[in-house]
């Protein structure tokens, strides 16, 4: 890999003072910035939360939120890599979620260390279909991913008949124990906010220590330059795509066990809340910006502001509204930070 002058074509002493990892020091002071904004703003809400309801500081609230949007957050977690290395989304996140579920209720009767292994292994075969796709043949990945969630509702219609598979529950019996896997916790804390927060820590140090984050990193800032740098561009979208797979499995399989069945609806919407989570949280849409702490952070946001409009009443029918709003407003604001650095694509 050439050296970091050579990304430029500046001499060493003109560069940017870089700090440990060989990122300029202002670019990770505007990043620590932008992900402390995030969780000013969740503060902010957590404050406005305190005058709507004496219910809503209470511990058990609080751990409320961060059961409803662990799913998102594991999603979102995985996500956020398809977004960084510049591919902007995995539009087959929702069929991805709903194949893992359904052929792991399908396969319990093998036992549920086979079933959860299977169920893990379709949804990282379409991930490795949709890497390949986008990364070796340069296909949009919103028109191939798009194109995949539909092929896959089809699919999945087409061989379980539009019928929804559920688990034999009997205690005793793997659909028992898989039933109780959403149900779990490790003391007051749920499973599945626990593996939420092991996915976004995870996933941080995979972003900022290893090799494949900050080839991610340049390939998200610059195709030309990561390919005229050396970077095996194709591999390195490829296993994006698979991390995002990896994620939407896991979710997948939780949410199956959450409502006791598998059916190709499980999922849908998830792909756009993920989107709006990656984006609230600072990773930018045009890729190679961002910090996965910051994704967290607008997990955080959203689940505190559905649990602050509850309380209000606002309806779920509104609340989709508000998210909507929210998600163009910060998107609009990223496009005018490009254009200002002389980038108008976002």
Known sequence: MPKPEQWHGRPAHEQPRQSWHGRPAHELLSSALETLGIYAVAGLLLLAGVFVSPDFPTPENLMNVLGAVALLGITASGM??????????DLSVPSIMAFSGIITVAALPLGLTAALALGMLAGLAVGA???FVVGRLNANPILWTLSVAFFMEGFM??????NQLYPDTEP???????INLFRLGLGPVPLVVAVM???FLAGHLLMTRTRFGRESRLVGSSRAAALTAGVRVPRVVFLNFLVAAFTASVAGVFLASMNKLGVFYLGQGYDFKAVTAVVIGGVMLS??????????GGVLVIGLLSNI?????????????????????VVGFQQRRLRLKGRDYA
């Open 309 to 329: 409009m509850q309380f209000l009443g606002v309806t779920t029918f509104r609340q989709n509204i508000v998210t909507g709003v929210v998600f163009i407003a």
């Open 157 to 162: 219609r087409f061989v379980w008949s539009n």
């Open 129 to 131: 279909m949709n890497g």
């Open 172 to 178: 005793g019996t793997p659909g028992g124990a898989f």
């Open 197 to 199: 927060f092991l996915l």
């Open 287 to 296: 890729g190679g910006r961002g910090r996965l702490f910051g994704v967290l």
């Open 80 to 89: 956020a890599f398809v977004t960084y290395s510049g591919s902007m989304a």
